[in-house]
């Protein structure tokens, strides 16, 4: 990590143990930091079992003040929950409006929380911003200027949900846990007597609803109208009760005996839902995208060599990337890939650098 030499720098803060950690990392490196903690808020529904955004609730925000004031750092809560309602929460309702699969926390990153972190810089006529997420900033020779790599912890790797960053924004983040291991982390956490952390499972509901309230989500926020269920020969097998409630290559709770069945393609147009016994049906190399974003513009209209994830979990496949004439573009897997999902995005890396996104279609 560069040093500060005395330059102020605006912290992420959740009150989590790797946002604080990164505050006490940047300070050991001579930087005077400010923890911002961002309030989002929740879907507003009496029926949302999530009365706070996991994100940020009461306790962690509080947390978080406690980080600030044993080190000395000022401490500033900004409520961006009318932001986040515009830029999440009605992207994450036409998503599945669209019979897509949302990717709620690629476009956080994208449009929100480092948006607001650099707002807040920039009034207060600061350079520099951080977060606590496992990812490097480097500079590279071969292709200019600065891009995001894999961090030393690969199992914690979260280049995949920062992929969408506009370039140039990143000569101003640090990334202080880019060569530290999440074990080291609570080890630090440890010795700065910071015994309020525990290492307890993530949920993984969505931030803003819970996994209990979604049908009620997908009801009153998207309208779900029911139609056919049909084989991948034509044949109805029964019905579903709405799109938005399903996605590529699920395999529980569709409601057809006889199975197990997979999800493999949804048709708005008609209403219908295919599925299939067979999970090869699953298998595609072809993907087009759009809303492409590629660092530092280095494709220059030719097709390139690349490895492409396509979910976060999903190891780095080689494949090709290439411009098509109406402004799309094809990415190729050089062996197919299952359960290829349209509204998700694939990230595209050279090495260890990420060279770009694209939302499948």
């Known amino acids: 990590m560069k040093r500060g030499n005395g330059r102020k720098i605006v912290v992420g803060m959740s009150g989590g143990v790797d946002s604080s950690i990164s505050l006490v990392l940047l300070k050991r490196n001579d930087w005077k930091p400010i923890g911002v903690s961002l309030k989002f808020g929740t879907w507003n529904d009496k029926c949302n079992a999530k009365r706070e955004n996991s994100c940020c609730t009461d306790k962690s925000i509080k947390t978080a003040q406690k980080i600030c004031e044993k080190y000395g750092c000022k401490h500033v809560i900004l409520d961006v929950s009318k932001n986040f309602h515009e830029k999440v929460i009605k992207y994450f309702t036409q998503s599945l409006k669209n019979a897509e ?15 607001e972190l650099f707002e807040y810089a920039k009034k207060n006529k600061i350079d520099y911003i951080a977060t606590g997420h496992y990812a490097k900033i480097v500079k590279s020779s071969k292709y200019g200027g600065y891009f995001i790599s ?30 530290i291991k999440k074990e080291e982390v609570y080890k630090m956490a440890e010795k700065e007597n910071l015994d309020f952390f525990q290492k307890i499972a993530q949920s993984q509901d969505f931030c803003f609803v819970s996994e209990k309230s979604l049908y009620n989500f997908i009801e009153k926020e998207v309208g779900a109208t029911a139609g056919v269920i ?47 016994k067979r999970k090869k049906d699953l298998l595609k190399n072809k993907i087009p995208l759009n809303d492409v974003s590629l660092t530092n513009n280095f494709l220059n209209n030719e097709k390139i060599n690349v490895k492409a994830k396509i979910r976060y979990q999903h190891k780095p496949a080689k494949a090709t990337l290439d411009v098509l004439k109406n402004g799309m573009y094809l990415l190729t897997f050089e062996n197919p890939q299952t359960s290829i999902t349209p509204g998700q995005y694939a990230v595209f890396y050279s090495g260890n650098l990420v060279m770009g996104a694209g939302q499948i279609r």
């Open 101 to 115: 699969t949302p990717n709620p926390c690629i476009i956080c990153n994208r449009y929100l929380k480092f948006f």
């Open 150 to 179: 894999r961090p030393k912890d690969r199992k914690k790797d979260q280049t995949y949900y920062l992929a969408m960053l506009p370039q140039e924004c990143l000569p101003y983040i640090i990334f202080p846990l880019s060569d």
């Open 230 to 276: 049909k084989n991948t020969e034509g044949k109805v097998l029964g019905k579903h009760i709405g799109l938005a409630h399903y996605t590529i290559g699920q395999r529980k709770n569709i409601g057809l005996s006889g199975g197990p069945y997979f999800v493999i393609k949804k048709d708005l147009a008609r209403n219908e839902l295919t599925v299939s």
